[in-house]
């Protein structure tokens, strides 16, 4: 009777996402679904937080980011058949909170209004065909340096929320009380989730937020809601984005940073994790690429409307693909799983910062790997590469770093003699940095 209810759903499912054709099984697949939910569960936790920092509420933050996880990677299933699941960036989400919110002091509906236009140039990119043109054109080292910038961004992020690195009037940056309590549990957090990790444990990130935060309660630093209940109102952040206030002039330069870094966050992911699939030719172009681009840019759409920061493929669905993944079965599964973390928001609201932090940290330690691909020897490359990798964390901005690095890379190779390497695509996107650098420069 179990055979046949397996063979009936393994007809099913080999109908919807050809399994066989791609070497895999349905036990495989829902595996590594369970695998990739497990290194990126972490984001239901860390996106409220970082939200929380530009005035959003932190539950109906939680809700909506389980919401999108789950809308975005079933869609990427069902539409693209590939094993990549999507939530809300990380990277973008502090560009939102903490420079764009926080530091221009505007609202957060403005912030979330101007993510929504970013969305939509980004959909237009994308029907547009602009964004394959600009895949294809992307050189490597740019590429590289992107993934590496967002991930010492990132680390810098998690150090600073736990407390190992604070801010300085006479250095800028100093390390923090390495006795506090924060510290310790940040740093604990963080060796947990690398051991575990390079043990082969997907369940890594989880476990060491688990393990942080029971310890912060048995110290008196956090309070116990329960664990599971209903999920609570999305009201106050669903719909809420100011569309039309945040569409002026002003706002130009924001939404345009929204647009050009969800475009290669989302695009370099996409490359990578079906590279790791081996499904991506030399150009990092994969089948059904025009399907997954498509289900990347409507869910940012849909997750501006719905309440949280830019939606990106997840990087860390390559653990998923390294233990088999192979179809969009992979995503659907991971895309279950987040809904069902619906019911379980009290926990979210009791994990606290330095809990997340060695997550963070460690997304940092995933993101820098793809520098060791770069040719050091070459300055051409590993010089743009360099500066967009290091423009991010010590400008905390993304965009600074892209504009950095695209720049480099025309001036590196013009400088010696090697102009005719340089695509039109980057050329492009330098110019448009370099016309934003003297317009914010002039007033
Ligand atoms: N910005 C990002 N891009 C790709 N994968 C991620 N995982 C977490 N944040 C990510």
């Known amino acids: 009777m179990q055979q046949n209810t397996s063979a009936a759903n393994g007809g099913l499912f080999e109908r919807v996402f050809k399994l066989r054709e791609h070497g895999t099984d349905v036990r495989t697949e829902l595996i590594a679904g369970a695998t990739t939910f497990l290194t990126m569960v972490y984001i239901i936790f860390v996106n409220p937080q970082i939200l929380s920092a530009a005035g959003m509420d932190t539950q109906a933050v939680f809700v909506v980011t389980c919401l999108i996880a789950a809308i975005g990677s079933i869609g990427m299933g069902l539409v693209a058949n590939l094993p990549i699941a999507l939530a809300p960036a990380m990277g973008l989400n502090a560009f939102f909170a903490f420079v764009v919110v926080g530091g221009q002091h505007l609202t957060w509906q403005v912030g979330m209004g101007a993510i929504f236009w970013g969305a939509i140039g980004f959909f237009l990119l994308t029907v547009l065909r602009v964004r394959y043109w600009l895949i294809a054109s992307i050189p490597f080292a740019l590429r590289a340096g992107i993934g590496a910038g967002i991930g010492l961004m990132i680390a810098l992020m998690g150090l600073h929320n736990a407390g190992i690195v604070v801010a300085s009037p006479a250095t800028m940056v100093t390390v923090g009380k390495l006795t506090s309590l924060p510290c310790v549990l940040g740093t604990l957090g963080f060796f947990i989730i690398a051991i575990l990790a390079s043990r082969g444990i997907h369940a890594a990130v989880l476990i060491a937020i688990l393990v942080t935060t029971v310890l912060g309660y048995l110290f008196g630093d956090v309070t116990f809601h329960g664990v599971a209940s209903l999920p ?17 002039l002003g706002m130009g330069a924001v939404i345009f940073s929204f647009m050009l870094v969800s475009l290669f966050d989302s695009s370099g992911t996409l490359i990578g994790v079906a590279g790791k699939a081996g499904l991506a030719d030399e150009h990092g172009r994969f089948p059904r690429m025009k399907q997954a681009l ?38 659907v599964a991971v895309g279950v799983l987040f809904l069902l973390a619906i019911f379980f928001s009290p926990l979210a609201a009791m994990v606290p910062a330095y809990a997340a932090a060695g997550a963070l940290i460690f997304v940092g330690v995933l993101m820098t790997a793809e520098l060791k691909r770069i040719n050091w020897d070459d300055m051409t490359e590993s010089v743009p590469a360099f500066i967009t990798a290091v423009m991010m964390p010590f400008c905390f901005s993304i965009t600074e770093g892209i504009a950095g690095g ?6 590196m190779k013009a400088g010696t003699g090697r102009w005719r390497e340089i695509r039109l695509p980057v050329l492009v996107v330098a110019v448009l940095f370099l016309i934003k650098f003297i317009m914010d420069g002039s007033h």
């Open 232 to 248: 609570p109102s999305i009201a106050n952040v669903f719909g809420q984005l100011a569309i039309k206030d945040s569409f002026s």
């Open 294 to 331: 498509l289900v990347d840019s409507t869910a940012s759409v849909l997750g501006a409307f719905m309440g949280t920061s830019a939606i990106s493929t997840y990087i860390e669905s390559s653990a998923g693909v390294s233990v088999g993944g192979r179809t969009g079965l992979t995503a």
């Open 406 to 411: 695209f720049i480099a890379y025309c001036v």
